[in-house]
């Protein structure tokens, strides 16, 4: 008999940062594989088109908003889910925020905006995610990181530390909660275009870079990262733990 490998039904996820670009893709991923999906962003009027998009295609979503650098929002945010549903069996901690400075124009205050956002806020997530799963001895959390980390350029600085961090922060969460039956593994995307990408997608040398430098010679589509947020979360991954898995055309694999 053909069934799906990758199926999530049943299962309860929460993606940061779901409104648009990245998050909304692979939240529309996860909710296509069966999991029922919590979006969350800052503002609950721009997660509705989301959440009705999910809606029309017959998919289950809901919206849950907080700041992901609040931590009092967060534990609130947490508290609702146990009281709602009781469990959590995916987090997809998705928000990022970038800050394109040279290191001379990039203050110790930027710098700790940055950590606090791209690092901090997903340990905090990533904790209070596993004290949901922990009594259930089963659990995925994924990051997204990016190839900015591994691979460093100029006027990146505070993004490349944090995303660095990022990605050992998930081997930690990994080798920690391993033996409690979680996984933790992240997802590092390439050049995508998003909406937030747009002005760098329009930019004839940037598309030229992007030619130059991906084997694949274009730019990655959001919905191209579906499969591996869906891979990573479902159970065929029982295996896979403190991976961080490249999604880039090839980039950060060749020069
Ligand atoms: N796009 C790329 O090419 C690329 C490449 C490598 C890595 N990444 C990483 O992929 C992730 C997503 O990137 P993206 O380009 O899709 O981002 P994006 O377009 O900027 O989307 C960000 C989403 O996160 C929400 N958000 C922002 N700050 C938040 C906060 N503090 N709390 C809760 N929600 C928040 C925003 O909604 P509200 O403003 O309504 O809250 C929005 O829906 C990031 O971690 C980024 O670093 C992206």
Redesign the pocket.
């Known amino acids: 008999m053909v069934e799906p490998l990758f199926s999530l039904k049943g299962k309860l996820a929460l993606v940061?940062?779901?409104?648009?670009?990245?998050?909304?893709?692979m939240a529309t991923s996860l909710a296509r594989a069966g999991a029922e999906v919590l979006l969350?962003?800052?503002?609950e009027a721009?997660?509705a088109p989301a959440i009705t998009a999910l809606e029309k295609r017959g998919l289950a979503a809901a919206p849950l908003v907080?700041?992901?650098?609040?931590a009092a929002a967060v534990a609130r945010a947490f508290a609702a889910i146990e009281r709602e549903h009781g469990r959590l069996d995916i987090l997809l901690s998705?928000?990022?925020?970038?800050n394109r400075r040279v290191i001379d124009q990039l203050s110790v205050a930027d710098m700790r905006e940055m950590l606090e956002?791209?690092l901090i806020?997903p340990f905090g997530l990533a904790k209070a995610a596993a004290a949901l799963m922990l009594p259930r001895r089963r659990g995925r959390i994924i990051m997204?990181?990016?190839?900015?980390g591994p691979l460093s350029r100029a006027g990146d600085a505070a993004?490349t530390a944090a995303?660095g961090g990022l990605a050992a922060l998930t081997r930690s969460l990994a080798a920690e909660y391993g033996p409690h039956g979680i996984t933790a593994n992240a997802i590092?995307?390439?050049?995508?275009?998003?909406?937030?990408?747009a002005d760098r997608v329009a930019d004839a040398q940037v598309q030229a870079f992007v030619e130059m430098r991906v084997p694949l010679r274009r730019?990655?589509q959001?919905q191209e990262l579906g499969g591996a947020a869906v891979f990573l979360a479902s159970d065929e991954a029982s295996y896979v733990n403190g991976h961080v898995l490249t999604v880039d055309g090839g980039m950060s694999s060749s020069f």
């Open positions: 940061t940062g779901a409104g648009r670009g990245l998050g909304l893709a969350n962003g800052r503002d721009r997660l907080f700041d992901v650098a609040d998705n928000v990022g925020l970038r956002v791209n806020a997204v990181t990016s190839i900015a993004y995303k590092a995307p390439g050049f995508f275009a998003t909406e937030t990408n730019w990655g959001p």
